[in-house]
């Protein structure tokens, strides 16, 4: 939990399979998870369950893992806004968050890398 502030909360997560945290501040929540220690499916898993928190709202996620994960910025459609930054040790902090007025739609339901 190196990369999550030790104020947030643990929340459960319908259809997660490592543990979620959250923060809010003045009206809008930050959700975290790590999955920089699992191996495929779990980055992917949980991160389109982290999108559906804040799917519609102004609220952000936060993932840390040990690479950017590509197959799941492939599946992701114009609502899903991201930003990448390197973190010490190798790993890697993405932040998602929606546009509301985006043309296409994210399809959550795909958790698989493959096509």
Same mark, same amino acid.
């Given at each position: 939990m190196l990369h999550i502030p030790s104020e947030a909360q643990k929340i459960v997560v319908d259809g997660a399979t490592v543990d979620f945290y959250k923060l809010a501040k003045e009206g809008?929540?930050? $959700? $975290?998870?790590?999955t920089s220690k699992e191996g495929p499916p779990h980055p992917m898993v949980n991160a389109m369950s982290g999108l559906g928190l804040i799917k519609g709202t102004n609220d952000t996620l936060v993932m840390i893992n040990h690479k950017a994960p590509g197959g799941l910025f492939a599946k992701l459609g114009d609502d899903v806004k991201y930003a990448i930054e390197d973190l010490d040790g190798g790993l890697v902090k993405v932040v998602f968050s929606y546009d509301k007025d985006a043309i296409s739609e994210s399809d959550l339901t795909q958790t698989s890398c493959g096509a």
């Open positions: 809008q929540s930050t $959700y $975290y998870f790590d």
